[in-house]
């Protein structure tokens, strides 16, 4: 089946350096079948848009303009548009722009699907404890980590809303299956820490940058 990855992205100087990156993370999965890269940037983020344009090929790697109100971007409605921008997948799932993904990730999820024969999967990992430790024993369902078949993603995933959880918990018995990735959460954890404090360096570098440009000359 055809996967599509529905991620949002707002233009900065970091994001600018980071695109790279993540579609070389996405060309990575192993997933034999498939695949597609949905960017969704706001309408009015024109440098976005010629960001992700840069990359685009329209078949594997595609980016869609939301035009939901700027202010609120990445909204509810503007990450389910891209996903009804994918018609022609057979599964879509969520693929956060700041979160480093498996090479596996993609193929152990749809093969759970098919194997639980159920609509939805999330990956279950390792919850951070205090100071740092993990316990194999205490683990967290990441709702970012939601894939399903096509159709129900359209009915059931509502990315940022209060009443998501609470729509996946009850669909947990009979719609999702949970599957661990335990073994690469450490190399997981490490490479999300090291992604966001790079995205933090950057982001305090092009401030210090730009702050010049952006002073009034004081007046005579």
């Not at 960001?51 to 389910?80: C, N, W």
């Amino acid at each position: 089946p055809k996967v599509a990855c529905i991620t949002a992205i707002k233009f900065s100087f970091a994001a600018k350096l980071q695109i790279k990156y993540f579609i070389e993370n996405f060309h990575t999965q192993s997933y034999e079948g498939p695949t597609q890269l949905v960017f969704v940037y706001h309408h009015k983020d024109h440098e976005a848009a010629k960001l992700v344009q840069m990359y685009a090929d329209g078949f594997h790697i595609k980016g869609v303009a939301a035009r939901g109100e700027a202010a609120e971007f990445p909204s509810t409605m503007d990450l389910r548009y891209g996903a009804f921008s994918a018609s022609d997948a057979d599964v879509v799932a969520s693929w956060n722009f700041d979160e480093w993904h498996h090479p596996q990730q993609l193929s152990l999820q749809v093969r759970a699907l098919a194997l639980a024969s159920r609509p939805g999967c999330l990956l279950r990992q390792p919850a951070a404890l205090p100071g740092g430790a993990e316990s194999e024993a205490i683990r967290a369902s990441s709702e970012e980590t939601l894939l399903g078949d096509a159709q129900w993603m359209r009915e059931h995933w509502h990315p940022g809303l209060a009443e998501q959880h609470a729509v996946l918990e009850s669909a947990k018995s009979v719609d999702i299956v949970e599957v661990d990735m335990a073994v690469s959460a450490p190399e997981g954890s490490r490479a999300a820490e090291s992604l966001a404090t790079l995205r933090a360096e950057l982001e305090a570098l092009f401030e210090k940058l730009a702050k010049p440009f952006q002073e009034t000359p004081a007046k005579e």
